[in-house]
């Protein structure tokens, strides 16, 4: 028998089929002589039943006549052998990924076999075996719409029962596997989007609705794992720290994708069931407490990862009731939590070995009354003493704040960020942007015009009084609703007091903060940049709110950045300073009119430049003064356009600069024989002001050059040429080197030796606070090239080092005279 299977024939033909059924239908027991020809033969059936819809419809009339479906499971039942369960379900899983036809597909669905199959008690302890069980459930979801899926339930008067294809995949939904849990959650999605009404109710109702409550739950274990990565104290994170935050990061934005696709299928509840998760089991017994600055604790979780998660979930769970719960409750002032609410909720006092997904006993996470005290403050107190210190903020919005002003650098840009998620959050009632003090002006003008035209006399009073009046308005819109729904709700205590105060008051909070935060010279110019977009989204216009106040503190941080311009122009790298002034003022006009901010919130959880370079360049290197010049030009830029800003001008394309002078007739340029270009290796040049010098780049290998300082406009050079032989006075040029920051000095014990410092021609500006850390790991490429010449005598050493200082005076007053027009508008 086994002999005939392995004769040559026409492998797709219909007798090819009937021949290998009638020998599978012998097979009575699977042992290790037939299952060669066992496995061979589901292959062969699965290839020709997919030929077979394609170009014969009578091959699946057999398939049906004779029952195939029924074999597979008799073979299933009948083999003890792992191999075998893995064939069958690989060809169930071609067979249904490849059948075109809708009567094919109603005839596999239409029967207990495929149920059967997706019951069956396998041994999932075989990798293989359960990776080909859920391709072949994966498979089976593709094929489902509202005529197919009704196949696969069962229903007594007419409410399903039992859906086990649904049932079964999400038993797999949490697997350690990322591949098993991928598929799954495709499955799912496949299942939701059919929009079938009675899927649906089944899917949401007890006990199968858990299982997105236990989606929160796994969520919140991924959070806990990325707060233990970003340890507040820490730093300095290496790479294989950073790593490893990366790789939690991801995994837990896929995971809120998810539950944004599963919360936008258009299943009835399941919205509110992940919203009541996310406060109940994350953001309230968590998140939100961590925002206090007073209420750190090694074993909460840090405000900066707090920040991060906060964003995260609001920018991609885009759920109304969400993000306007969430809004509500940062006007509260959580005082504190009772110990049974912490007992029950906080994630690190729970054993998450014992926690199971499938374990509902908890679920609903309700919160007692008692359990949560929060209660909205007087607004009577005055700005500035409202967010004058870290533990003057009572309400989380001025917590907030207190970041802004008082923060570390990762402090403050997850502060910003928040609540530019906020004001970028278009689910969120205009009211809540109110409360938080970030309505932008041009909506806020809005809203009052259209109280003042429906006869609401606070709106008519405040459109036409000015920004320091008083006057009644109390929380409108859908604040109210929230509040009440975080006591009813949620079950959490609040107080709200109305107070009759101009809704400028909540704004002034936030403008005083991103004001303050101009002058903070602790802070890194990548956050500032953050402070000014989200200042210039709130008063996209005019000078309108700046009061004098505003005006003099912006004034006196650009002066002080003015100064320290002058500083660089001096500096180290003057020869840069001007293209860097031109491509930041660039970008950062491009970064505080854009509709949106420009970082992504994982940037929140890694140090800034400012911050993470720190300590991988030494002070005295170029490069940190290179550092150094970067942030201070990109400040000075910011402040620079802050000004124009706040005076109601419109920003200009370019700073003015003026254009690079004139080739001086005079000059060691000039006599050399240098073109506009400058020198380049193997070029001629006349030696008449060269000196003559020795150095030796390698140990025991002097070398003789004609040492030469030359400089054109704000370019300089270092030049060390060969004399020709046969041409006396004239050489190649063959070492170049920037003039700028060679720090020349002559030696303390011999007098005819000259000491200079190398820079680089360019600076490594590309580098992310991200790559800091492999940064790290190049530090010893960051290390400036040291020169030693020895010249004959000291009056010829002494005539190099004059020769260096004049060109690079030379060099700066060119730098100085371009930027003049700049440094001018100080005094605007």
């Given at each position: 028998m086994w002999f005939s299977f392995w004769r040559a024939r026409d492998r797709f033909t219909l007798d090819e089929l009937r021949n290998l059924t009638d020998q599978l239908m012998k097979i009575q027991v699977v042992n290790d002589v037939n299952k060669a020809f066992v496995i061979e033969a589901l292959r062969s059936i699965a290839e020709l039943i997919t030929y077979g819809?394609?170009?014969?419809?009578?091959?699946?009339?057999?398939?049906?006549?004779?029952?195939?479906?029924?074999?597979?499971?008799?073979?299933?039942?009948?083999?003890?052998?792992?191999?075998?369960?893995?064939?069958?379900?690989?060809?169930?899983?071609?067979?249904?990924?490849?059948?075109?036809?809708?009567?094919?597909?109603?005839?596999?669905?239409?029967?207990?076999?495929?149920?059967?199959?997706?019951?069956?008690?396998?041994?999932?302890?075989?990798?293989?075996?359960?990776?080909?069980?859920?391709?072949?459930?994966?498979?089976?979801?593709?094929?489902?719409?509202?005529?197919?899926?009704?196949?696969?339930?069962?229903?007594?008067?007419?409410?399903?029962?039992?859906?086990?294809?649904?049932?079964?995949?999400?038993?797999?939904?949490?697997?350690?596997?990322?591949?098993?849990?991928?598929?799954?959650?495709?499955?799912?999605?496949?299942?939701?989007?059919?929009?079938?009404?009675?899927?649906?109710?089944?899917?949401?109702?007890?006990?199968?609705?858990?299982?997105?409550?236990?989606?929160?739950?796994?969520f919140r274990e991924h959070c806990i794992s990325l707060n233990g990565l970003v340890s507040p104290i820490t730093e300095n994170q290496g790479s294989e720290s950073t790593s490893r935050i990366l790789s939690a990061v991801d995994e837990i934005e896929d995971n809120l994708y998810y539950l944004s696709d599963v919360a936008s299928a258009g299943i009835p509840d399941v919205g509110a069931l992940i919203t009541d998760g996310m406060l109940k089991l994350l953001i309230f017994p968590m998140l939100l407490p961590s925002l206090r600055p007073e209420a750190f604790d090694r074993k909460n979780f840090g405000s900066v990862t707090s920040l991060y998660l906060l964003c995260c979930i609001l920018r991609i769970l885009k759920i109304k009731d969400l993000a306007n719960t969430v809004a509500a409750a940062l006007i509260c002032s959580v005082e504190s939590f009772s110990p049974k609410f912490e007992a029950k909720h906080n994630g690190f006092m729970v054993d998450h070995d014992d926690e199971s997904h499938d374990d509902d006993e908890k679920s609903s996470g309700n919160l007692d009354s008692s359990s949560m005290m929060i209660s909205i403050p007087s607004l009577s107190t005055s700005s500035s003493n409202q967010h004058h210190c870290w533990r003057s903020a009572s309400v989380l919005r001025d917590a907030l704040i207190s970041y802004i002003t008082s923060g570390d650098d990762m402090q403050v840009v997850g502060s910003l960020s928040v609540l530019a998620t906020f004001l970028q959050t278009k689910e969120l009632d205009e009211s809540m942007l109110d409360a938080l003090g970030i309505l932008p002006q041009r909506q806020q003008h809005k809203k009052l015009l259209l109280k003042a035209l429906v006869g609401e006399d606070s709106g008519d009073e405040q459109l036409f009084a000015s920004v320091n009046s008083t006057s009644k308005d109390g929380s409108d819109g859908e604040l109210n609703i929230y509040l009440q729904r975080l006591?009813?709700?949620?079950?959490?205590?609040?107080?709200?007091?109305?107070?009759?105060?101009?809704?400028?008051?909540?704004?002034?909070?936030?403008?005083?903060?991103?004001?303050?935060?101009?002058?903070?010279?602790?802070?890194?110019?990548?956050?500032?940049?953050?402070?000014?977009?989200?200042?210039?989204?709130?008063?996209?216009?005019?000078?309108?709110?700046?009061?004098?106040?505003?005006?003099?503190?912006?004034?006196?941080?650009?002066?002080?950045?003015?100064?320290?311009?002058?500083?660089?122009?001096?500096?180290?790298?003057?020869?840069?300073?001007?293209?860097?002034?031109?491509?930041?003022?660039?970008?950062?006009?491009?970064?505080?009119?854009?509709?949106?901010?420009?970082?992504?919130?994982?940037?929140?959880?890694?140090?800034?430049?400012?911050?993470?370079?720190?300590?991988?360049?030494?002070?005295?290197?170029?490069?940190?003064?290179?550092?150094?010049?970067?942030?201070?030009?990109?400040?000075?830029?910011?402040?620079?356009?802050?000004?124009?800003?706040?005076?109601?001008?419109?920003?200009?394309?370019?700073?003015?600069?003026?254009?690079?002078?004139?080739?001086?007739?005079?000059?060691?340029?000039?006599?050399?024989?240098?073109?506009?270009?400058?020198?380049?290796?193997?070029?001629?040049?006349?030696?008449?002001?060269?000196?003559?010098?020795?150095?030796?780049?390698?140990?025991?290998?002097?070398?003789?050059?004609?040492?030469?300082?030359?400089?054109?406009?704000?370019?300089?050079?270092?030049?060390?040429?060969?004399?020709?032989?046969?041409?006396?006075?004239?050489?190649?040029?063959?070492?170049?080197?920037?003039?700028?920051?060679?720090?020349?000095?002559?030696?303390?014990?011999?007098?005819?030796?000259?000491?200079?410092?190398?820079?680089?021609?360019?600076?490594?500006?590309?580098?992310?606070?991200?790559?800091?850390?492999?940064?790290?790991?190049?530090?010893?490429?960051?290390?400036?090239?040291?020169?030693?010449?020895?010249?004959?005598?000291?009056?010829?050493?002494?005539?190099?080092?004059?020769?260096?200082?004049?060109?690079?005076?030379?060099?700066?007053?060119e730098v100085e005279r371009r930027l003049k027009p700049l440094l001018l508008s100080k005094e605007i």
């Open positions: 819809d394609q170009h014969d419809l009578n091959f699946f009339e057999f398939f049906m006549e004779k029952q195939v479906m029924g074999e597979f499971v008799r073979i299933l039942k009948i083999s003890k052998n792992v191999i075998v369960s893995v064939q069958l379900l690989q060809t169930m899983s071609i067979m249904i990924q490849n059948l075109k036809s809708d009567h094919s597909i109603y005839y596999l669905f239409s029967n207990e076999h495929i149920n059967f199959l997706i019951t069956y008690p396998f041994d999932f302890r075989n990798e293989e075996l359960l990776s080909y069980y859920i391709s072949f459930l994966r498979a089976i979801s593709g094929k489902l719409n509202k005529n197919t899926i009704s196949l696969l339930v069962k229903t007594e008067k007419e409410e399903i029962v039992a859906f086990p294809l649904y049932v079964e995949a999400i038993r797999f939904a949490f697997h350690e596997e990322g591949m098993i849990r991928t598929a799954v959650r495709a499955l799912t999605l496949n299942i939701y989007h059919v929009g079938d009404v009675y899927v649906n109710k089944y899917i949401a109702t007890t006990p199968h609705g858990n299982y997105f409550l236990n989606l929160v739950k796994f006591k009813d709700q949620y079950e959490v205590s609040c107080s709200y007091q109305e107070i009759g105060k101009s809704p400028h008051v909540h704004r002034r909070l936030v403008l005083d903060a991103l004001i303050g935060l101009f002058s903070r010279t602790s802070i890194s110019a990548d956050a500032l940049w953050d402070g000014g977009w989200l200042l210039r989204q709130l008063l996209p216009y005019s000078e309108t709110e700046f009061n004098t106040h505003h005006l003099q503190s912006i004034k006196d941080s650009f002066t002080k950045c003015c100064n320290q311009l002058v500083e660089e122009q001096r500096g180290s790298w003057p020869d840069l300073l001007i293209q860097v002034l031109c491509d930041e003022w660039r970008k950062c006009k491009r970064v505080i009119e854009a509709s949106s901010p420009r970082k992504d919130p994982k940037s929140i959880l890694f140090p800034t430049r400012k911050a993470s370079l720190s300590d991988v360049i030494p002070i005295e290197s170029s490069f940190a003064a290179g550092e150094t010049m970067y942030e201070r030009v990109k400040v000075f830029v910011l402040l620079h356009q802050l000004q124009i800003f706040s005076a109601g001008s419109s920003l200009p394309d370019q700073p003015p600069i003026l254009p690079p002078a004139e080739f001086l007739e005079v000059s060691r340029a000039k006599s050399a024989g240098l073109n506009t270009i400058g020198p380049k290796l193997s070029t001629e040049l006349h030696l008449i002001d060269a000196i003559p010098c020795r150095i030796a780049f390698e140990r025991g290998k002097e070398r003789h050059f004609s040492f030469l300082a030359v400089s054109m406009g704000i370019s300089g050079w270092i030049v060390l040429a060969e004399e020709f032989p046969q041409k006396p006075s004239y050489g190649t040029v063959r070492v170049v080197a920037p003039l700028a920051g060679c720090n020349p000095r002559i030696d303390e014990r011999h007098a005819r030796w000259l000491h200079l410092r190398i820079r680089p021609s360019t600076l490594p500006l590309t580098e992310t606070a991200k790559n800091a850390a492999n940064l790290k790991l190049r530090s010893k490429s960051l290390v400036d090239g040291r020169w030693t010449l020895a010249f004959k005598d000291e009056a010829s050493c002494k005539s190099a080092l004059t020769m260096i200082l004049e060109e690079i005076d030379l060099q700066c007053k």
